[in-house]
């Protein structure tokens, strides 16, 4: 890091303790510049895949949701008003890095989200544990391989019906199982790796 000129400070243990909001802190700490942009600059680089969060407020769920959403190949995460904030230490490490690589949007609300992005020409789903339609149905008759934004609600209670309402469908991941439901990490990651399968013909990078 020196090399590169950002400058190299050492701590000792106890000052480390107070700087860091873990336990067990890794022993490395970064101040960083805030790194999210604005919606206009998002839908300007023409998305295929973008994740709405609304009123999501677990920063481990949000974090993983972004980390989900890179490894997906999405375009971009939009943390709508009343989400958690994204610099929350717990979703910087959930995130594992793609926080500062992956186009993070705050504080839309969810209908401007959602109409800008109808604007740029994607289809948008909400998440809805209850929708009578269900993943599967869309995967079969091919209309995850456009461009879509994946409409994401509170762990706790979903979507409200008027957010739903702003989506072209509601979607619920399929349970086969006797589990009443998946938690917001699980549901999104079955979401869009579902959508990638179809945006890249299956194609795809094991890890």
Not at 97 to 102: D, R, Y
Request: charged residues 15%; glycine residues 12%; aromatic residues 4%.
């Amino acid at each position: 890091m020196a090399a590169a000129g950002v400058p190299v400070y050492e701590v000792s243990g106890e000052v480390m303790s107070e700087l860091a909001q873990t336990v067990t802190p890794q022993g490395l700490l970064a101040v960083c510049p805030f790194v999210d942009v604005a919606l206009a600059e998002l839908i300007s680089a023409a998305p295929r895949l973008v994740v709405v969060l609304a009123s999501v407020r677990d920063p481990g769920n949000a974090g993983t949701v972004l980390r989900t959403a890179d490894a997906a190949g999405a375009g971009g995460v939009i943390f709508a008003e009343a989400s958690v904030d994204p610099y929350n230490s717990k979703c910087v490490r959930s995130s594992a890095g793609s926080l500062f690589h992956l186009p993070v949007v705050l504080g839309v609300p969810v209908a401007g989200a959602v109409a800008a992005l109808r604007d740029a020409g994607l289809g948008v789903l909400a998440a809805d544990g209850s929708a009578a339609l269900g993943l599967d149905d869309l995967d079969d008759d091919g209309r995850l391989a456009g461009p879509t934004a994946w409409l994401f609600g509170n762990e706790a209670w979903g979507l409200p019906g008027d957010l739903v309402a702003l989506a072209d469908d509601a979607v619920a991941v399929p349970i086969y199982g006797r589990a009443e439901s998946l938690n917001l990490a699980a549901a999104a990651a079955v979401c869009l790796y579902a959508s990638a399968r179809a945006q890249h013909g299956g194609a795809g990078n094991s890890r």
